[in-house]
């Protein structure tokens, strides 16, 4: 057999390879990675994408169930097994040296999955297995399957054989979305696995064990909920309403009773953004991270001058939170800050704000690449999130 690896050979001058198979919005998902992986202190020597995801080449071997615990936007994380000269043969030969029983169940994804899986099945069965072949095309499927306990979720792309090791946990996140006790469905949530990508995206220069993170809209508590379950040490929410105040307190304390080890100090008070400063000390904030009011929920039969007037309203409303920001945070602290954009018809109309925020002191950081900011849109909703991450200078 080809595969060195299956027949228990360890790799010599190789570097382990790992897919992360990106989300939705998979820019935000990569930009999302290699901000986890700076604050992990985790060193990329290559990175390639494939339309199966990204291809990292870390300088050391990863934790792949470690990293899914941090990461909102990942959906798979697998580890390379061996480039393949001959896919059929190679994952037929790995499927049945892995399996300790006559009884075979796989998936596999890539290119030209569908094709190369049914040869497999067609050898194994030749070769006196019981195979069943699984469609996983969702995470769901691997979880109810066991594919991962089984090594058995495959994907073959870029020449090399992928065996997935950690899934997104989809039944906690949902959890955390829908069990919640305080929702304002009015307002908005932001989905948590969002919220977690904004608070990995503003923690990445950070020792989260020791600063002090602010949601100044904090709304239902989306982001401190996130926040805490990567371990900041020092939460703080605030918003203009008595409502979110107690949802907000209401929902950390649920999310703290199922992590009761986590030793991080919250504090939640009602207040206008902009007057945050009677309430924190100058330069006592190291990171600001916020979804903030997004204006009225939209129907789609605004009229122009109706969505006009509210991106205006907003722009102020930001500009505003961001004079406070300028006094509270630390220099050299972030503020990842979601501005939205709103749908009229085939036009989109946008909040013209970030030209007074540079004005203010505020650089533009890149999210990855040398992309500035970020959009997250669902398909049929009206509005658009734009994602920014600003340094205090
Ligand atoms: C879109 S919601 C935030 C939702 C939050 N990210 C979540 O997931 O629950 C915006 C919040 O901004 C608050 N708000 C509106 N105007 C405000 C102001 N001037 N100062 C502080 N909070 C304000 C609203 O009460 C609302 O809770």
């Known amino acids: 057999m080809q595969v060195r690896f299956l027949l228990g050979v360890p790799r010599v001058n190789k570097n382990m390879k790992y897919l992360f198979e990106l989300g939705r919005h998979p820019k935000l998902s990569r930009a999302e990675i290699e901000h986890v992986f700076l604050r992990l202190h985790i060193q990329i020597q290559d990175t390639m994408l494939t339309p199966d995801g990204l291809i990292i080449t870390p300088s050391a071997p990863l934790d792949p169930n470690y990293l899914m615990s941090q990461l909102g936007g990942t959906i798979k994380i697998a580890e390379e097994m061996a480039e393949l000269k001959n896919p059929t043969t190679d994952i037929a030969d790995y499927l049945i040296a892995t399996t300790p029983t006559t009884k075979i169940q796989f998936s596999l994804s890539g290119k030209d999955a569908r094709r190369i899986a049914m040869t497999v099945k067609k050898g194994l069965v030749s070769r006196e297995k019981s195979v069943r072949l699984i469609e996983a095309n969702n995470t769901a499927t691997i979880i109810h399957n066991n594919l991962i306990e089984r090594g058995a979720d495959l994907t073959f792309t870029n020449g090399s054989l992928f065996v997935t090791r950690a899934v997104q946990p989809i039944e906690e996140l949902s959890a955390r979305d829908y069990g919640r006790p305080g929702r304002d469905a009015r307002n908005g949530m932001l989905p948590p696995k969002l919220a977690r990508m904004v608070v990995n995206l503003g923690i990445s220069d950070c020792a989260i064990q020791k600063i002090k993170l602010l949601d100044p809209f904090c709304g239902s508590g989306t982001v401190l909920a996130e926040a805490l379950l990567v371990g900041v040490a020092n939460i703080v929410g605030s918003d203009l309403s008595d409502k979110a105040v107690s949802d907000s307190k209401k929902n950390i304390e649920w999310v703290r009773g199922e992590s009761s080890d986590k030793p991080t100090s919250v504090h939640i008070f009602q207040c206008d953004v902009k007057k945050i400063q009677t309430h924190l000390k100058p330069k006592s904030v190291d990171v600001i991270v916020t979804e903030p009011l997004l204006g009225s929920p939209l129907t789609g039969k605004e009229t122009r001058e109706q969505l006009q007037k509210q991106t205006r309203e907003l ?78 200078h």
Do not use: M
Request: aromatic share 16%; proline share 6%.
């Open 315 to 392: 722009a102020t409303l930001y500009v505003d939170a961001f004079k406070t920001f300028q006094k509270i945070l630390k220099p050299g602290g972030t503020a990842v800050f979601i501005i939205p954009q709103f749908l009229h018809k085939n036009e989109w109309f946008k909040v013209g704000c970030v030209e007074e925020i540079k004005q203010l002191g505020f650089v533009p950081q890149p999210l990855t690449g040398s992309e500035l900011s970020l959009l997250y849109h669902r398909p049929g909703q009206f509005i658009a999130r734009n994602i920014w991450k600003f340094q205090l």
